[in-house]
């Protein structure tokens, strides 16, 4: 199927705009930062924070209401939510994606704030520890197969950083085609059998500044 953008469906839905006719700033901005805060727990008074940073002022009722629109656009999330926060009350842990287990103090809590924030924790820390599991898995996949295809030719190819979801390599400029091919099947494995695709790119350029997409 063809690829949808996750803030333009989400801003479609809150505003009732459609994608090509969508001010960046006005409809893709908020429903981004929804996006990446309402699986943290984030809050209307969060929210506000958030879109102030980027010099956007609202209201606490219309950020609700937008929040409010987000669960009921992502019907699951709200049950997987309360899952792993059931899971916790339960186990006073949840177990991750890699199997670890996060013990979550405060769970059971009579006071409201240190529970609340208990909660939180126990539905976000999963999704966060297994994101960082998956890029562990592509980094050892890419040190152990990736690298040591181009190290075994005398090739120069070497790893400088890993920043969120992004890994910077510098190489000899003639071996960046087949390392970005490479690069890029390796970060797509699905090593956790996910029901949804995993989709990368690479970028490429003579410093970090100039980056652009093969």
Partial sequence: GSLIDLH??????????????????????????????????????????????????????????????????????????????????????????????????????????????????????????GAQYHMKAAEACIWKDVLSFFWKRGQWVEPLLQIHDDILIECQEDVAPLLNEFMVEAMATNYHHFSVPIKTDGKWGHNWADLQKF
């Fill in 8 to 129: 333009a469906a989400l801003a479609q839905r809150i505003f009732g705009v459609k994608p090509q006719d969508q001010d960046d700033s006005k409809h893709r901005l908020p429903s981004k930062a929804i996006n990446f805060g309402f699986w943290m727990g984030q809050t209307a008074k969060g929210l506000l924070v958030e879109l102030a940073k980027n010099g956007m002022q609202v209201g606490e009722d219309d950020a609700q209401q937008w929040l409010d629109e987000a669960h009921s656009t992502y019907k699951g999330a709200r049950a997987y939510m309360d899952a792993r926060i059931q899971e916790a009350k339960q186990q006073g842990y949840v177990r991750c994606l890699s199997g670890r287990i996060r013990y979550i103090g405060g769970i059971n809590s009579r006071d409201a704030h240190i529970r609340e924030e208990a909660e939180r924790l126990a539905f976000s820390t999963p999704i966060q520890e």
